[in-house]
């Protein structure tokens, strides 16, 4: 198969082009600036930003299927004077031009990583199932849920088959964000005031979400599809530290502080976000994608982590 992939430089993307050459596929990357290699990759497109007036005509010509990659992530401190209008031009309307473009140029499926957040960007206390009426907040769990359903609109009107895959929090190799943080303090030796933490939050390890990219892609089932995936268990924060931890070859030092504690510490500093994604619960059922395409995630947690940690300890030096 032919595959288009945006966002080929990426975090995940460079998960999933590899194992999509692996697997027989050829691919075509698309890349915003001219000096991003692509190993791998049988050729490669600067598209420049992706948005509503990117030109995809003469990129899509001869490609089987699209795997849309490429998004506005979310960010801690937003310098857009309009972050929903910012998030929106690349998110929505941009997935909706490459949509429509690629249903014109005779692509049969389009895979799109969305986000849980187009469910819901806090903590919930019940399991997030496909079956959860869908109350973002966030500008980009807003414009990821309008990409949706923008790309369901298309696939009715035009047989473009659309899948729509929504990952948790993604770990492995070249990951940033909150989690390379958590593995720079954990490295440190630094304390952290979350051993008595008890939550549960479903994570994917990079590795597991590439395969669902693939099966998503193929089977015949996965048309129409809207898939919640994850690694198989939640973890509490304090049982991610320890895994870390471990990885790393380090000690995890946990402070057993009570979670009234640290809510009330959150609430002086006006911390109360950034307390919820770490001290909350977010649990998927993921029992969607295992019925339509009987997918498992094949690697194990503890392997995803110990990957990672060798790519942070490289990376340290």
Known sequence: MRVLVTGANGFVARTVIPLLVERGHSVRAVVRRADAAVPGAADTVTIGDIGPATAWGNVLQ???????????????????????AAFRRVNTAGTRVLAEAAAAAGVKRMVYLSSVKALADESRPDELSEETEPDPHSPYGISKLEAERALAEISARTGLEAVVIRPPLVYGPGVGGNFLRLMQAVDRGI?????????????????????????????????????????GRPMSTAELVRAIAEALGKPARLLPVPPSMLAFAARLVRREAMLDRVAGSLVIDDGAIRRALNWRPPCYPAYGLRLTAEWFKALRG
Do not use: K, W, Y
């Open 62 to 84: 001869g490609m089987d299927a699209v795997v849309h990659l490429a998004a506005r992530v979310h960010v801690m401190r937003d310098r857009e004077s309009d972050p929903l």
């Open 191 to 231: 304390p952290l005031p979350l051993g008595a933490l008890e939550n549960r939050r479903s994570l994917i390890f990079v590795g597991n979400l590439a395969d669902a990219v693939q099966e998503c892609l193929t089977h015949p089932q996965a048309a129409g599809g809207r898939f919640l995936v994850h690694d």
